[in-house]
């Protein structure tokens, strides 16, 4: 087997004899060639995609030694196909994976952390390292990282001798046998990769870290590399000017003014809830002190309104069970809630009746009722006048 997609990885088409054809899972097919460009999943980089003559390439796996095409219809065992990649998607794959590699060999050279898990997403790549990064830090490897790129320097692939790779320094997830791909980064890394690459930094355009949390007692980086980084600004950079049009403000002032939006609506929260409860309990003492179940209906309450007023009310005594409903039609939301009577199984109970979900603890319980109001009045007389 001839791997193309390493000897020349910027072939986009190439001529291949059909060594075999088999029948797949679920109603694909299996093709071996007697040399391929289409690079087989592996190494936390996906396979490439594209056409093999008429037949397209869904995926591409090695399985025993063989690189196996799957392929949506079948291909002749012993004819000549044309092999067509799907570029733009191996072209990024190149620079994701490139970068990937200048990212993870700077926090190596300063932080001395491994990589210990990398995945290259649809919408981002995701690195694992064994240590903990703060964002400055993170910053700063990205910076240094970007300057390799614009300096433009080699990217060297090569396959050092046994002797030779014992008194080489190169990152590797695990001890490898047998022939090991080395690629070099000068300044930047040396590592075991089975991968592709671009031919020089430059080709990767850019390196942008978008994430950083807390993973496994160690850090998990997002970052985006290329084209796709340059995709990932415009969509944010098109929400950073809407935003600055619907506050008024220059799109570096945004911040500012979303965090006095949010201590402003945080004032008028606490005040519309001050007034709720003032509400709340003017309406409480209109309803007598009583050992019976309380029903009542209220129209727009809030689902946090629904268990304050139903509180309240079970509190002062207002009923041994109260059920405090607000919605129309056919849709009501609920709280159940009582001073003495365990609401867990009740709440099942009229749920059932009433096409109901929802639940909560033995003092109160929360959801909807897919009933009409008549139908909620009928339970709660056969369920909780029982009680």
Known sequence: MEKLYYEKPYVKTFEAKVLDCRPGKDGLYEVVLDRTAFYPEGGGQPSDMGRLGEAAVLDVREKAEEIVHITDRQVFAGSTVTGIIDWERRFSHMQNHSGEHLLSGIVHKHYGFDNVGFHM????ITVDFNGVLSWDQIEAVETEVNKIIWENV??????????ELSVLDYRSKKELSGQVRIIEIPGG??????????????EIGIVKVTGLTKYKGGVRISMLCGKMALLDYQKKQNSVSGISVLLSAKSDEILGAVEKLKEEGLKKESRLNQLSKELFEKKVMEYPVSEEPLLVFESGLAPAELRQFCTMLYEENKGSIVLVCSGEEDMYQYAIGSRSVDMRQLS???NSRLNGRGGGSAKMAQGTFHAFMQDIKKVFQEELKGE
Do not use: F, L, M, Y
């Open 154 to 163: 080699p990217i060297r692939e090569s396959c050092p001798s046994k002797e």
């Open 348 to 350: 099942k109970t009229v």
């Open 189 to 202: 890394d040396v590592c075991a990769c089975c991968g592709t690459h671009v031919t020089n930094t430059g």
């Open 121 to 124: 997403g649809k919408d981002e």
